[in-house]
């Protein structure tokens, strides 16, 4: 119940963004969501992918530093308040979050957030226990 | 199968201290008697400080004769320095001139039996014998690597294959067909030839090389172990430099714990590079050269800017003749940053000890008048976490590392991989910025 995000080291430099886009493009690789986390030298690029094997093998072989990392997929209500409930879930049990943004995929009609938490397992849990929806990889690919 | 023998030379290598004073004081006497009536600059220089060769009574007299420095090659170049007419040269050999005006060294018939003899010692202190072939991957022509070993392998009676650098793939081919038992180039192309002979799919533990001389350019021990490694065999370091003779002038033994120089040939001195005392035994600074044993180029107390230090005693292996360590660094790349002397080739030894690559830069600049050091590390896929806290905790623990080794401290910044610029394979290690008059 992951999802596969590509996570590229990137400094920060005129043009490398750019870089990485280019090469994705050029592979015919769909980017789903994406955020950037930075400090005054360098960032990192996250990305839900619709090929992410093939996205980190393509942005390797023009040396970037990719990892593929796991992180929790979940819908909720595009609506006041949907994003609180499941954060607050989460706060109540002690899960300490490394990071979280939120995209909205046409093909589900919903909101989505990705969660990095340091317990994978023990958010998964609660996650599902309270009838959250987690996503899948195959639920977001648009078609 | 016959027992290899251990020692060219033992009379020389395994010597007395009083044998190796008493060779080492008489081949002075004659060298500076000849350097003197020769050499121009250097009676002149004589003059200057008012010593004659008639002063010189011993080895311990050394130390009255004037230095000896690159630019003084340069100065004269070409021939300016040779102590022998034309008729007497049989070669020439010079220094690549990437830093400058090339320098030319000139050899005898005499000389090259000199140079052959000292790296046939080395060859065979790590097992080589007359039915081994020898596969030299060193660059034949100007540069000494190609030849010296070249010769130094037919000294010895072994078979040299004078396959020089290039071609890697054919490289493989020949250690495979012909069998070659010793290797030897740059440790930087040994690794080369391993990394082709893997893509190739040959398995290296199946060929018959058991060892090689890997010299020309600095190495770490950790490199030593991949090279062990990735080739099967064990990877010994050789030193020298041109204006010596060329390889051969110092050879690691089967101990690997430093090098024996040849010093009935070459005789060692350490100096503090900024006050040129000489410093006891143990002690890092300057390593320098005196030729004992040579006609064409007798070069005197030769600074030779290698950072060093010098170990006497018996040796493991039997051996007597002095050894020195891996030079730690060059005086050239000497970094005094806040008063502390630092080697690129230390920050390479932290990253190390951290089990990180060590590709970085070092950056000086002064700001204020406080040096302000920053150290540039490429990241790998192994280093790499997809938080900022980690890359941030990274550059803490490398910071520190610097910090407790070196006592240094220093801003160390994180690099995409291949952003340091590399030119013919070797990176440009320090970018000093203050412009100090």
């Known amino acids: 119940m992951q999802l596969k995000q590509i996570s590229v080291f990137l400094e920060n430099k005129s043009g490398r963004l750019s870089r990485v886009t280019q090469i994705l493009k050029e592979a015919n690789i769909d980017i789903l969501a994406l955020c950037v986390a930075d400090s005054n030298e360098y960032g990192i690029v996250r990305m839900i992918v619709d090929k992410p094997a093939k996205a980190m093998e393509e942005l390797e072989k023009s040396k970037f530093t990719v990892s593929l990392t796991n992180v929790i997929g979940v819908t909720i209500p595009d609506s006041a308040g949907g994003l609180a409930t499941v954060i607050d879930l989460l706060a109540k049990q002690n899960i300490s979050m490394e990071y979280i943004y939120a995209f909205t995929s046409r093909k589900i009609g919903e909101a989505i957030i990705i969660l990095r938490v340091e317990d994978t397992q023990s958010a998964i849990e609660i996650l599902t226990d309270h009838h959250v929806k987690l996503i899948t990889h195959n639920e977001i690919i648009r078609e | 199968m016959s027992v290899p023998k251990q020692y060219l030379d033992p009379e020389i290598e395994c010597s007395s201290a009083d044998e190796m004073r008493q ?127 070249h010769y130094g392998a037919e000294y010895l009676g072994a078979t040299a294959i004078p396959v020089s650098s290039g071609n890697t793939k054919r490289q493989v081919q020949i250690l495979q067909d012909y069998g070659s038992n010793i290797l030897c180039c740059t440790p930087s192309y040994a690794m080369y030839i391993g990394e082709t002979a893997r893509e190739m ?51 690691e033994c089967p101990a690997q714990q430093g090098m024996h120089i040849n010093e009935d040939f070459f005789y060692p001195e350490i100096i503090d590079p900024d006050t040129e005392e000489v410093l006891p035994d143990g002690e890092f600074g300057e390593l320098v050269f005196t030729c004992i044993g040579k006609e064409a180029l007798p070069l005197i107390r030769y600074r030779t800017r290698d950072i060093c230090k010098l170990e006497r005693g018996t040796c493991s292996c039997g051996r007597t003749l002095v050894k020195m360590c891996k030079p730690k660094g060059r005086t050239d790349d000497m970094l005094i940053i806040r008063g502390i002397n630092v080697f690129p080739s230390q920050i390479e030894a932290v990253l190390l000890s951290l089990n990180m690559d060590p590709n970085y830069q070092i950056v000086v600049d002064r700001a204020n008048n406080m040096d302000r050091l920053e150290v540039q590390v490429e990241m790998t896929a ?52 203050r412009h100090l008059q």
């Open chain 2, 201 to 251: 799919g040959i398995d290296t533990k199946q060929l018959p090389l058991r060892a090689g001389f890997f010299g020309a350019e600095p190495w770490t021990e950790h490199m030593r172990q991949e090279l062990e490694a990735i080739l099967n065999i064990k990877a010994y370091d050789i030193y020298g430099l041109s204006e010596i003779a060329g390889p051969g002038v110092a050879f």
């Open chain 2, 23 to 149: 060779i080492q004081s008489e081949r002075l006497k004659h060298m500076v008697k000849h350097a003197y009536e020769n050499v121009p600059l250097y009676k002149e220089r004589m003059k200057d400080m008012g010593v004659s060769p008639d002063d010189i009574h011993s080895i311990d007299d050394l130390h009255k004769l004037p230095f000896t420095v690159k630019d003084d090659l340069r100065n004269t170049y070409p021939f300016g320095m040779f102590a022998v007419p034309k008729e007497e040269l049989v070669r020439i050999h010079a220094s690549s001139g990437t830093t400058g005006k090339q320098t030319v060294v000139g050899y005898t018939k005499n000389d090259i039996e000199v140079w052959s003899r000292s790296v046939a010692r080395a060859l065979t202190s790590i097992g080589t014998t007359k039915s081994d072939y020898v596969h030299v991957s060193y660059g034949y022509g100007l540069f000494t690597g190609g030849l010296g070993l």
């Open chain 2, 382 to 433: 192994s280093m790499f976490q997809d938080t900022l806290k980690s890359l941030t905790e990274i550059e803490r623990k490398i910071a520190a590392a610097l910090q407790s080794i070196l006592n240094i401290s220093a801003k160390v910044r994180l690099l995409e991989p291949k952003s340091i610029p590399r030119s013919e394979g070797k990176a440009k290690r320090v970018i000093d910025n």
